[in-house]
T-cell receptor, first 113, second 112 residues
Framework: GAVVSQHPSWVICKSGTSVKIECRSL??????MFWYRQFPKQSLMLMAT?????????EQGVEKDKFLINHASLTLSTLTVTSAHPEDSSFYIC?????????FGPGTRLLVL | KQEVTQIPAALSVPEGENLVLNCSFT??????LQWFRQDPGKGLTSLLL?????REQTSGRLNASLDKSSGRSTLYIAASQPGDSATYLC???????????FGRGTSLIVHP
């Protein structure tokens, strides 16, 4: 089946630093990828839709200058959390639109101290 | 906008019981519905994908049904085991879209 990977799986950083998370579709090409955020005991909330070769589409309430998304190739999308603060600590999950449905990555846990 | 509700929010049962998890959605013009499992601190594991033209899907001890007209899906787990303990998420796209909206999940604990 289609596989999506994320790197890193977890990251701890100091407040004010920027963190980049990669999402890769390993055995299929994805013109569209998605970024979700999940707070403890909450469901997944869509942050943005990443389109290869064009600007990402952000959901209402998501700061595009804080969460930079780049989808430079058909197998890679990156999410950069700029000037991270403790309230950005969360579980970030990406997905890629594949042959039948969306396929989800294993997630990246971010802890900002 | 699609709204997805899952009932119950939490469930604790002894090993061996048959379980029913419920998912309801407001917009029935959907392409598919998917059930996921999420272990604590982990990503999503896809369990079953039901296309809009299908009524149910089965995988091992899991069976998921879909009733589009009433906006409901159920996940049936037969002969539950401690290893089934996890959060089960229902994901349904909004009408005309393939982007899923997630329910809040059912947190399941199966104790020996």
């Amino acid at each position: 089946g289609a596989v999506v990977s994320q790197h890193p799986s977890w990251v701890i950083c100091k407040s004010g630093t920027s963190v980049k998370i990669e999402c890769r579709s390993l055995d299929f090409q994805a013109t569209t990828m998605f970024w979700y955020r999940q707070f403890p005991k909450q469901s997944l909330m869509l942050m943005a839709t990443s389109n290869e070769g064009s600007k990402a589409t952000y959901e209402q309430g998501v700061e595009k200058d804080k969460f930079l998304i780049n989808h430079a190739s058909l197998t890679l999308s990156t999410l950069t959390v700029t000037s991270a603060h403790p309230e950005d600590s969360s579980f970030y999950i990406c997905s890629a639109r594949g042959p039948e449905t969306q396929y989800f990555g294993p997630g990246t846990r971010l802890l900002v101290l | 906008k699609q709204e997805v509700t899952q009932i119950p929010a939490a469930l604790s049962v002894p090993e061996g019981e048959n379980l029913v998890l419920n998912c309801s959605f407001t917009d029935s013009a959907i392409y598919n519905l998917q059930w996921f499992r999420q272990d604590p601190g982990k990503g999503l594991t896809s369990l079953l994908l039901i296309q809009s033209s299908q009524r149910e899907q089965t995988s091992g001890r899991l069976n998921a049904s879909l009733d589009k007209s009433s906006g409901r899906s159920t996940l049936y787990i037969a002969a539950s085991q401690p290893g089934d303990s996890a959060t089960y998420l229902c994901a349904v796209p909004s009408g005309g879209s393939y982007i899923p909206t997630f329910g809040r999940g059912t947190s399941l604990i199966v104790h020996p």
